[in-house]
């Protein structure tokens, strides 16, 4: 019998936290809530969560904070922020933060809902293809254990947070097919926002100053201009456009 999910919400208006509970147990979740960030960041590193559907006000330790110890935590909660703060700049930061999506308030319960089923849909064939491309994943002096979730650079362990490491093995899987921001954002986080392709850019960036020499020149992770990013197959001699 399949394991029943587990959802924590960590959000202070009640009235709102018991709808979603109501509407998350209809579904098969099993549902707990927390009332403020404290409480929600102790059930968090308590417990083993499926899915974590978090407000950004809270008394105490605010959500941003507990996204940011969350991808700290070495296991992976899939994320969604739900906040009173649309703007894309509170969007942006809660997505390089690591959460995995962003619902502004006042939302639809069901969308919700439903965005809560596909992140869970989505992590389950993340872990499924893992399992069947178990092996070591091998190219240009990078090397990722897909079931461990570990990476090294030329013998040498990394660290990488969790996004990190999906986009990385993404690339390495497809070596040298150019993919737009808008492909990376739909294949690697699940979703196609207008807005959000910085946060592909920032994760980029990040991975450079971790897999390059030279981060300004980097010979593994190209840009091709005007049409996005390469993970190349092999060291190129002249210096690659950053």
Known sequence: MERVKRVLIVEDDAHI??????????????????????????????????????????????????????????????IIITSAR??????????????????????SLLELVARVKALLRRV???????????????????????LARTAWLNGRAIDLTP?????????????????????LLDEVWGYQHDGYEHTVNTHIN???TKIEDDPSEPRRILTVWGRGYKFASGVRDEAAAP
């Open 17 to 78: 936290a018991e709808l979603l509970r109501m509407h998350l147990r209809d579904e098969g979740y099993a549902v707990e809530h927390a009332a403020d960030g404290e409480q929600g960041m102790r059930m968090l590193e308590g417990g083993t969560w499926d899915a974590l559907v978090l407000d950004l006000m809270l008394p105490g330790v605010d959500g941003l904070e507990i996204c940011r110890r969350a991808r700290a935590m070495a296991r992976y909660t899939p």
């Open 86 to 107: 649309s703007s894309e700049v509170h969007r942006i930061v809660g997505l390089e933060l690591g959460a995995d999506d962003y619902l502004a308030k006042p939302f």
């Open 124 to 146: 389950d064939a993340l872990a499924r293809h893992a399992r069947i491309e178990a092996g070591l994943l091998s190219l240009h002096g990078v090397d990722l254990d897909p």
């Open 163 to 183: 996004r990190e490491f999906d986009l990385l093995a993404f690339f390495v899987r497809h070596p040298d097919k150019v993919y737009s921001r808008m492909d």
């Open 206 to 208: 990040r991975l450079r």
